[in-house]
């Protein structure tokens, strides 16, 4: 992502993750991953240390979960590099109310016993839903687009999400003309037959869609 935003050279970048979200991870998420080690230490040291539970798949997942998104942080350092601006714009969802059951209910002791007591899950295999995107994004059959977009749509999916996205886009635009940049899920970037996605409400400016494969990593 970092060598297609040098190639880009945006003026501003904007990322589909909400403000509320970006706030509690920079405060809350910096002291729980903190509890969260302490509680690891303890248990490294009732148990061999070849247990590895640092790097159990459930462990992972919370660490991740808890930390800044990998998208927003490199965006935030390209922006920092040229001296440009980057900007949360997504609406608070539903994943700040999974980060507070975090607190409740995870990171506690007796439920990471639990966890790094089960067996670790297989890393996911991402292959299926890039290959889905890639087709998708490039289908010129509006049914078949029209029938994937129907699972998706709702108060958090397609819809709501997609016209607040797109009104602090053109918020944007309209205050600084300039070379935006948005980073975010590709199915919002999916042309709509119902004109509800981030991509066909912001149709009429002719946005270029860019998908970041590791195995093709760029589609028109």
């Known amino acids: 992502m970092a060598a297609l935003l040098a190639q880009l050279q945006p003026d501003r970048l904007t990322v589909e993750i909400s403000p509320d979200v970006v706030a509690y991870r920079q405060t809350y998420g910096v002291l729980l991953l903190r509890r969260l080690e302490m509680i690891l230490e303890r248990l490294a040291g009732d148990s061999p240390p070849s247990a590895g539970f640092g790097e159990h798949s459930a462990i992972v997942e919370i660490r991740t979960l808890l930390g800044l998104p990998y998208e927003f942080s490199v965006a935030c350092a390209y922006a920092g590099e040229k001296g440009i601006k980057v900007q949360a714009i997504d609406q608070a969802d ?3 109310a999974k980060l507070r059951q975090i607190e409740e209910r995870l990171i506690s002791l007796s439920h990471l016993k639990r966890l790094v007591s089960s067996p670790a899950a297989a890393p996911p295999d991402n292959t299926y839903r890039y290959a889905l ?3 998708l994004l490039a289908s010129p059959d509006a049914q078949q687009r029209s029938a994937f977009l129907q699972s998706c749509r709702g108060k958090e999916g397609i819809g709501p999400r997609d016209r607040h996205l797109a009104t602090m886009i053109r918020s944007l635009l309209q205050s ?4 935006l940049v948005h980073i ?3 199915v919002h970037l999916l042309d709509d037959p119902a004109g509800e996605t981030l991509y066909s409400l912001l149709s009429d400016l002719q946005p270029r869609r860019l998908l970041l494969d ?3 990593p760029l589609i028109p």
């Open 94 to 96: 539903s994943s700040l």
């Open 133 to 135: 995107a890639r087709q």
């Open 176 to 179: 600084d003309p300039g070379h």
């Open 184 to 186: 975010g899920g590709w």
């Open 214 to 216: 590791p195995d093709q």
